[in-house]
């Protein structure tokens, strides 16, 4: 006698779920009896301990913040790491507390950014052993948005301009960096030089670039097991959804931006009720 398929559950026909259309359950696999180890376990390489300080945004004695390497659809994705090769639960005391104090802290810089209305926080920790906290703007007004599925939902909206994404990130990086630590994430340069003629120049004969796929918080190899890297969840709905890494390397140290010449801008750019740049260190 076959197995009787279970049904859609309920969300699907809230109205933030992201799909539409016949959906399926997927047929549960059997259960393994000894997981694989994730990365940072047993003799596993942890890529967040091998990254370097240049690969983060904002860096501090015990924790450092890093972004993904290009903009996603949503106003600002971040990741809060520690330092030390520790999980959530492997935290001392000292360690335990900070994670509040920088998880209110990050959560108030990211909401200062505008346009944003809530930020998700998320952990996961299914592909990595090194503790890693997720941080999701969800855009001001965006009612569509809230709840569950912001993840899924930034890997669907078109990616913000890099120019923005750049700026979201230093004024970030910035407000961090008045309790301390290092800020490493610069605005966009901006583009002084004068046209050499008032004529629009001519596009003819120049080959368009293949646009880059985009990366999103459900392609992050942090967050699933390489055994199941191949293939794209199908089911989405609950925050285990986790995901799987359509690219090469992990999110923070391909294309997080570096410092830029100091000549090129006046300063770290203010906003509303962010701080200015501090130039210290811890």
Not at 14 to 25: A, M, N, Q, R
Not at 136 to 162: H, V
Request: aromatic letters at 6%; glycine letters at 8%.
């Amino acid at each position: 006698m076959q197995d009787t398929p279970p049904s859609v559950p309920d969300f699907t026909q809230w109205p933030s779920f992201p799909f539409e259309g016949d959906l399926h359950v997927k047929q549960l696999d059997e259960p393994v009896p000894v997981e694989p180890p994730r990365r940072g376990e047993g003799n596993r390489e942890c890529t967040a301990c091998n990254a370097p300080d240049e690969a983060y945004i904002w860096v501090g004695e015990r924790w450092r913040v890093r972004a993904m390497d290009r903009p996603t659809g949503l106003p600002m994705v971040l990741i809060l790491e520690s330092r030390s090769h520790l999980d959530l639960g492997d935290l001392p005391n000292l360690l335990a507390a900070e994670l509040g104090v920088m998880t209110v802290r990050l959560e108030r810089a990211i909401r200062s950014l505008d346009g944003v209305a809530r930020v998700h926080v998320n952990r996961w920790g299914d592909g990595s052993a090194h503790l890693h906290m997720w941080f999701l703007a969800r855009p001001y007004g965006q009612l569509q948005l809230r709840g569950t599925f912001l993840s899924l939902w930034d890997s669907i909206l078109p990616p913000i301009s890099e120019a923005q994404w750049r700026e979201n990130l230093a004024m970030v990086a910035a407000w961090l960096a008045e309790f301390g630590g290092r800020p490493l994430a610069e605005p966009p340069r901006i583009q002084w030089q004068a046209p050499s003629s008032l004529n629009a120049p001519s596009t003819a004969g120049v080959a368009e670039e293949p646009e880059e796929e985009t990366a999103s918080v459900i392609e992050a190899a942090d967050e699933i097991p390489e055994a199941e890297e191949s293939e794209v969840p199908e089911q989405a709905g609950m925050p285990e959804h986790a995901a799987t890494s359509a690219r090469a390397g992990t999110p923070g140290p391909a294309g997080v931006p570096k410092q830029t010449e100091a000549a090129d801008r006046a300063g770290t750019p203010e906003h509303g009720a962010a701080p200015k740049q501090a130039t210290g260190s811890v």
